[in-house]
Nanobody
Framework: QVQLAESGGGLVQAGGSLSLSCAAS????????MGWFRQRPGKDREFVGA????????YYADSVKGRFTVSRDNAKKTVYLQMNSLKPEDTAVYYC?????????????????WGQGTQVTVSS
């Protein structure tokens, strides 16, 4: 079973950048789809981006498209979320998650393994 641990959260000013990492243990990233989700205060958990294991196909929420980039290093068993041009509305707890290949990458229900989350705060 894959175990996930996020890191890299913190406080940043609007317009700034932040890079999150998600380290995996106990599994093989090449056979999984890795997703990033976030939960803003008072809101449901929402999809941010994802990358498939086999061909590295990426998916993004419209709200982050062009600003965020998901990438992966299967050898290091790590997935990254590069966040640029951050806005105050990006403030949230960010989670990485793992799903079997072939599952809907956008649905939280597709993911069976989740990290503990890391806080990202964007000040205006």
């Amino acid at each position: 079973q894959v175990q996930l641990a996020e890191s890299g959260g913190g406080l940043v000013q609007a317009g700034g950048s932040l890079s999150l990492s998600c380290a995996a243990s106990g599994g093989t990233l090449s056979s999984t789809t890795m997703g990033w989700f976030r939960q803003r205060p008072g809101k449901d958990r929402e999809f941010v981006g994802a990358i498939t294991g086999r061909f590295g196909v990426t998916y993004y929420a419209d709200s982050v498209k062009g600003r965020f980039t998901v990438s992966r290093d299967n050898a290091k068993k790590t997935v990254y979320l590069q966040m640029n041009s951050l806005k105050p509305e990006d403030t949230a707890v960010y989670y990485c998650a793992a799903a079997p290949l072939g599952k809907d990458a956008i649905r939280p229900g597709s993911y069976g393994n989740w990290g503990q989350g890391t806080q990202v705060t964007v000040s205006s």
